[in-house]
């Protein structure tokens, strides 16, 4: 019989198990102990949270690799290609490595049902054990206590921020948000929290299971200057120390400052220059990814009102004597009025639709706004936008692409598809 290839396995896991979220450990870490998963690298790193995720895992990977160690990454969801989840020192694996690692999964679990991201969560430590990596540092998909990536052995774990998102899986409610993300904590290890006034359950969470807990605004914290930035928090003695002149990071410093202090803890050997090496050449598209032909703009998967938060906060930084135009395409389950609320900065607005999956049009999506006293135009598609975009935009004009995975995704697509 012939070997699937890795489309027919995506293809097989979307369609193995009865649904698409199914919370809970017990059988995803049945088939990890099967195939000794659980500590697949010697300094195995958790990062959860609502927003910035993505940016410190990439920050941290970042730093890791410039101290001369071999480090595997692994986030979601990914913007084109499955394999986007996956690298090792900044490389996406290859689709031969996740077949192998699908192959060797599904004869491990014989008679238990996967999710697609439990089966791809062992995919990765998979990987990374195979490879004899050094580090892993791994993104958690969705809260914390009860998510597939949490059954590993960590040594040490950062919340990056609390806001409400997945309301449907980890409830309304921000206390018990935060006591969900805070379940990737673990006793006598590092529990970095990058939220400021974190609501009390989770501190409380941290100090049940004697979890050392270091937060933003108390136990360490940054300031921004106009060329760089500088950072305070603790070593590894618990003593109180500085680094000044950083590079100003690509990535938000709300998260290169939380990837500092768990990377501290966790490798109290790295130097100033390994760290500011790291943080200057982190970079993950999607994540405030700047361009500027055919039009000049910014694009950013954000997509909760957090996100928003902070992206609008980025615009108001940037220079431009002309007007800022936000291009919004959302999924129907996401709350776009607080996110559209968010975005001040923002002048005219194009409201786009997207099809497929938890899509919608772009008169949904505009029924939900309250945009009465902005110019709006609406295109039943991103690409539709994007063209009007191209034609109707000045120079000193500044564009924001954001809303979704999808909006990021598309937007990517088109722009690389633009003759010079």
Known sequence: MSKKNLEQWLS?????????????????????????????????????????????????????????????SYMSPHLHRYNERVSINGVCVSDEEIIESFEAIDKARAEISLTYFEFGTLSALYIFKKHYLDACVLEIGLGGRLDAVNIVEADGAAVTSIGLDHQDWLGSDIAQIAYEKAGVYRTQKPAICGQRNVPESLPKHAKSINAPLYLKGVDFDYVQNPQS????????????????????????????????????????????????AGIESAYLPGRLQTFDFPFKGMIDVGHNPQAASLLNAELSKCDTSGKTIGLLAMLADKDAASVVAEMTEVEEWVICGISGYRGQTAQEL???????????????????????????????????????????????????????
Not at 17 to 35: N, Y
Not at 240 to 250: F, H, R, W
């Open 12 to 72: 097989f896991l979307e369609s193995n198990h009865p649904t698409e979220i199914d919370m809970g450990l017990d059988r995803v870490r049945t088939v990890a102990q099967r195939l000794d998963l659980i500590k697949p690298t010697p300094i195995t790193v958790l990062v959860a949270g609502t927003n910035g995720k993505g940016s410190t895992v990439t920050i941290t990977s970042s730093v890791l690799q410039q101290a001369g160690l071999s480090v595997g």
């Open 229 to 276: 930035w500088s950072w305070k928090g603790k070593n590894s003695s618990g003593e109180t120390i500085e680094l000044n002149d950083l590079a100003l990071p690509s990535l938000p410093i709300e998260n290169a400052a939380t990837a500092i202090q768990l990377l501290i803890k966790i490798k109290p050997d790295l130097t100033y220059e390994q760290i500011n």
């Open 366 to 420: 505009l029924s939900k706004l309250m945009l009465d006293e902005c110019q709006v135009t609406t295109f039943d598609a991103i690409n539709n936008g994007l063209d009007y975009l191209a034609q109707n935009t000045q120079s000193s004009d500044q564009v924001v692409i954001f809303g979704s995975f999808v909006t990021a995704a598309q937007a990517q697509s088109w722009l690389a598809e633009q003759p010079r």
